[in-house]
Structures are given as C-alpha cells and as structure tokens.
C-alpha cells in the first residue's frame, strides 16, 4: 500500500491500478471548500468545472454538510422494502419546486434517463396505443445522456458506441436545431423526444432561437411525449431553475440529478403527471438505493440551498459578467464564446487542452470537451473577486498560445 502524498506517485499508482477511462488534468485535489480546490501539495485552485455540475451550490456547502452527518448518525440505507422518514419530505419539496405531481427518486443521472426511456415506452403502448416492441425515441446528434449500454443505443457518437453492441433498437436520431427535421422524423410509432434544452457535453450547443417551443408544440401536435434531460442544466446552471424555462416551456417528463446531490451523494429523479408515473407498479421499475434515507437528507437540503440562496439570479449575474469579461479579450485562437448563466463554452481554432493546461499553470481548473470547446462552469456560488482572477488567468492562457 503507497502512502505517499506526492502528487506524481498518485498518479502513477492511479495509471497503473485504474482503468484508463478518462484524460484528467493533473490535478490531485486533496481538498475543496466552496469554489476552490486545493491540490496534495497545497496550491489553490479555481474550480471551472464543478463536478460537472455536481456541486453547483459549491464544495462541502455547510448546509448539506450539516444535513449529511445528522442522517448518518439515524439512519442510512433500508433499501424500499421498507418505509423511510426522510423520502416523504424529500419527495413533497422536489415535486412543489419542479412543478410536478410526482417523482421516482433513482441514484447516478444514466439510471434516471433509462428510468424516463422505460417510461416512455409503456406509455407509447398501454395509452398511445403503438403495436408491440414498435415504440421509437426520436433523440439529437452530438446529444449525452450517459454511457449505458441501452443510453448510448441513442448516441451519435462513435466514441461512445465503438465495440460495445449490439445496440436496443427503437432510436431514431435527427439534426440538434433542426425543428423541420424533428416534424419529419416523427411517425404514429414515436412516443418521445429526449432532448438537451443546451447540450454541455457536447460543447455548450444553445438551441436557436424558438426551437425547442416549436418542438414542444410538434410533440403536443403528434402525441409524443417531450422529455428534458436537464441533469446537467438543471437547478439553476444556465440562470433559471432549468433550462427549459428559457423558452417558458414545462416538459412531460423532467430528468435531474448531479447538483441534487450538492456534490455529497448520487442523487437523480424523473419527474411528470401522477397519470405517467402511475404506469408503473410495483416491480415494474426500482432501486435498493434509490429513494435511501441518507440520499433523500442530503438531497432535500441541496435542493433548498439552491432555492433559498437564489442560486439561479446569481448564476445569471456571474455568467453575463463572466462572458463580458471573455469577449472583451480578443484572440485569434477564439471562434465563438456561447452559453447561458454558468454554462459557458470557449470554441477555439486550437485543441482546447492546451488552453485547460495553460488555465491549470495559472490557478483554475477547466474542462475541454469535444476536441475544441473549452467550458467554463464555476459552482453557482462564485463572487467577484473569482472572476476576476478568472478573466486575469483566461487573458494570459490565451495570449501565451497565441
């Protein structure tokens, strides 16, 4: 067994002992505390990342702390065989802020999409009426929901699909933006959309404008049911509650997770009518974690943090100043700045790993995705003085690899 705490050795042992299914930075944090990190060696750290959205009320935010360890001392896990104390209260404050009648509380945000896929798919047969194992899921290119065998069946991805099939059936995928494509793909067969009101994995992909209300409006026209991943932009990421609020629309089917968590616990949900969530019964679906005591303490005060603390205003406030501060530097290097509250992607002419690096050598800690799209996705909670230090870091990275 190593022990040691340099950071060089951690990583090797990591290398040597761990699938290799990741390209991290070379941060080994060892702490974290609001929107900082701190590595093994004690060097602090902006954190643009956010456990991709994880933690967007920031690290060990003591109200969820607090939450966490009195739960652990009463209760943890009783699987659902049993009745809980904490599920009821969790369920209530869930559905009340969300607007909707019911929820099926599941654990990482994968389980939660193929929880609203199985959902769909009932409901195409026993009220849209579609023959047998003929129900389709029309889904968008470059979309992420996770990686699933049955998740990335829908992926236009060949990364996420390479070697891995055979692969379900029942996905049908059109152009991301495209509304007329969308009309067309649809067929009496088709009981869903899953969409990404923005798609963050994919490069911070904003929707033209009107699409996703023509979409919601050609799912009423057709009878399909329109289900928002929002795992990623949910709970005030891109400066309302969910991303779908931009265009004033309400899904049939809302899939959360990630920050209701608040970066202490895996805690997802799909959301809807009581009518759609009453196809299921019981063996139909479950979880022996989902629905857990410790999960359902933590997630309910993760949730209210992000509520009573107006987490969404702030994430707005923080994201337009920090894409005024972006644009205002100019580079060559830089193709387009987009996004929406804290959910901001930089499109470089350049592979976004090096400008990640150069970030990292200069204090804060952001993502590449997609090759050349480097994102920047502070916790919610970041203040002026952070952004500052952001815009100071982003002008010298950028200018040392123009």
Same mark, same amino acid.
């Not at 047998?132 to 069946?153: K, M, Q």
């Not at 949900?269 to 299921?280: D, E, H, I, K, T």
């Not at 972006?326 to 592979?351: D, M, N, Q, W």
């Not at 997609?370 to 909670?381: C, F, K, M, Y």
């Given at each position: ?6 950071a060089?050795?951690?990583?090797a042992?990591?290398?040597r002992?761990?699938?290799?299914t ?6 080994v944090v060892a702490?974290?505390?609001g929107?900082?990190?701190?590595d ?8 643009c990342i956010s456990?991709?959205? &994880?933690?967007?009320?920031g690290?060990?935010?003591p109200?969820i702390?607090a939450?966490?360890r ?5 209760v943890?896990l ?6 809980n104390?904490r ?8 559905t009340d802020?969300?607007?909707?009648e019911?929820a099926?509380?599941m654990?990482t945000?994968?389980?939660?999409v193929?929880t ?11 009220v ?8 389709e899921?029309v889904?968008?290119s ?5 990686r699933?065998?049955?998740?990335? &069946?829908?992926?236009?991805?060949d990364? @996420?699909?390479?070697d891995?099939g055979?692969?379900?059936p029942?996905f049908?995928t059109v152009?991301?933006?495209?509304a007329? &494509? ?7 067969? !088709?009981?869903?959309i899953?969409i ?7 490069g911070?992909i904003? +929707?033209p404008d009107g @699409?996703?209300?023509?979409?919601w409006?050609?799912?009423?026209e057709?009878?399909v049911?329109?289900?928002?991943d929002?795992i990623? !932009?949910?709970l ?6 969910f991303?779908?609020?931009h265009?004033?629309i ?6 959360v997770g990630?920050?209701?968590g608040?970066g202490?616990?895996?805690?997802s949900a799909v959301?809807?009518?009581a009518?759609?969530l009453?196809?299921?019964e +019981? ?6 974690f989902?629905?857990?005591?410790l ?8 949730l209210?943090?992000?509520?009573d603390?107006r ?5 707005r @406030?923080?994201?337009?100043k920090?894409v ?9 290097l ?6 929406r509250?804290l959910l ?5 002419t350049?592979p976004a ?7 990292l050598a ?9 090759e ?5 996705a +502070?916790?919610?909670?970041? #203040? #002026?003085d952070a952004?500052?230090l ?6 010298e &990275?950028?200018?040392s690899l123009?």
């Amino acid at each position: 067994m190593v022990n040691s705490h340099n950071a060089a050795d951690l990583i090797a042992l990591e290398d040597r002992r761990g699938a290799h299914t990741y390209k991290p930075l070379d941060l080994v944090v060892a702490r974290a505390e609001g929107v900082w990190l701190w590595d093994v060696d004690g060097n602090r750290y902006l954190d643009c990342i956010s456990a991709y959205s &994880a933690v967007n009320q920031g690290h060990r935010h003591p109200r969820i702390d607090a939450a966490m360890r009195a739960q652990a001392d009463r209760v943890t896990l009783t699987s659902r065989a049993v009745r809980n104390d904490r599920l009821p209260g969790f369920l209530e404050r869930l559905t009340d802020a969300c607007g909707f009648e019911m929820a099926v509380p599941m654990n990482t945000g994968v389980e939660a999409v193929e929880t609203a896929i199985k959902l769909a798919r009932r409901w195409g047969y026993r009220v849209k009426g579609i023959a047998h194992d003929r129900a389709e899921i029309v889904v968008f290119s470059n979309n992420f929901h996770g990686r699933t065998t049955g998740v990335i &069946a829908a992926s236009s991805q060949d990364e @996420y699909k390479r070697d891995f099939g055979p692969f379900a059936p029942g996905f049908v995928t059109v152009p991301y933006g495209d509304a007329d &494509a969308l009309e067309r793909a649809l067929s009496p067969n !088709t009981c869903a959309i899953l969409i990404e009101p923005i798609q963050g994995e994919g490069g911070v992909i904003v +929707p033209p404008d009107g @699409y996703l209300k023509r979409a919601w409006a050609l799912c009423k026209e057709h009878d399909v049911l329109f289900m928002a991943d929002e795992i990623q !932009t949910g709970l005030g990421r891109t400066g309302t509650l969910f991303a779908c609020d931009h265009d004033g629309i309400t899904p049939d089917v809302l899939i959360v997770g990630k920050a209701l968590g608040g970066g202490y616990y895996p805690v997802s949900a799909v959301l809807a009518s009581a009518a759609l969530l009453g196809l299921f019964e +019981p063996g139909s679906h479950g979880s022996t974690f989902g629905g857990n005591p410790l999960g359902s303490a933590i997630a309910e005060a993760a949730l209210g943090v992000v509520l009573d603390e107006r987490l969404a205003e702030k994430s707005r @406030y923080a994201g337009a100043k920090i894409v005024q501060g972006l644009r205002a530097i100019a580079s060559p290097l830089v193709k387009e700045i987009r996004g929406r509250g804290l959910l901001i992607g930089i499109e470089l002419t350049v592979p976004a790993r090096h400008l990640s690096e150069a970030l990292l050598a200069r204090g804060v800690a952001a993502k590449d995705t997609h090759e050349n799209v480097l994102r920047i996705a +502070p916790p919610l909670v970041i #203040d #002026d003085d952070a952004i500052a230090l952001l815009l100071k870091a982003y002008e010298e &990275a950028v200018l040392s690899l123009s």
